[in-house]
């Protein structure tokens, strides 16, 4: 999966045809003096995201890592929920035996909590804009164009 890092200069926007999922997952440490008990739940998503790197027919189209301590949160944006879902579901994949071990060894201990949001982003029901920045959020996971015309100012580029 490609981040890239070279700056496109000038404002630009996103621009895509099907619509496109975000998903943001994250964790927080509540009891980081547990933090060694839980090592590897750290490792978890590292792992799941470097297995869908190697999977692009999975559908994850672009991601983010950010920390906050004590929350980190991974931005995501996927092909279609269908395609979250399959990989969330797939025995095949490493999510579901980390699903698992959670479930057994973390879900009643408030030493970490988790949490997920999942959105639907439609063409011409989302605006955004990126100035002098390297392809970013939902502009890497579809196309940039040009943020000229119709699709300088927000109010049009959010009817577009």
């Known amino acids: 999966m490609e981040h890239p890092t070279t700056v496109v200069p000038g404002r630009m926007t996103a621009r895509f045809d099907k619509p496109v ?3 943001l997952i ?4 509540n009891k980081l003096w547990q933090f060694p008990r839980f ?7 590292p792992s ?6 190697k999977k692009p027919e999975a559908g ?6 950010w920390i906050s301590y004590p929350n980190i949160m991974v931005q995501q944006y ?9 990989y969330s579901h797939d025995r095949g994949a490493l999510h579901q035996p980390a699903l698992s071990r959670y479930m057994r060894e973390m879900q009643n201990e408030p030493a970490v909590g988790i949490w997920h949001e999942t959105y639907l982003i439609e063409p011409g029901r989302y605006e955004c804009i990126y100035g002098n920045m390297p392809p970013f959020g939902l502009g890497a996971a579809s ?3 040009k943020a000229e015309g119709r699709l300088a100012a927000a109010k049009e580029r959010f009817a577009a």
């Open 26 to 29: 994250g964790a927080r440490f």
């Open 39 to 45: 090592l590897w739940f750290a490792r978890t998503m």
């Open 78 to 86: 996927w092909k279609s929920f269908d395609h979250l879902l399959a």
């Open 21 to 23: 999922v975000l998903f």
């Open 60 to 65: 994850l189209l672009w991601y983010r890592q």
């Open 143 to 145: 196309n940039i164009v």
């Open 48 to 53: 799941l995201l470097a297995e869908l790197e």
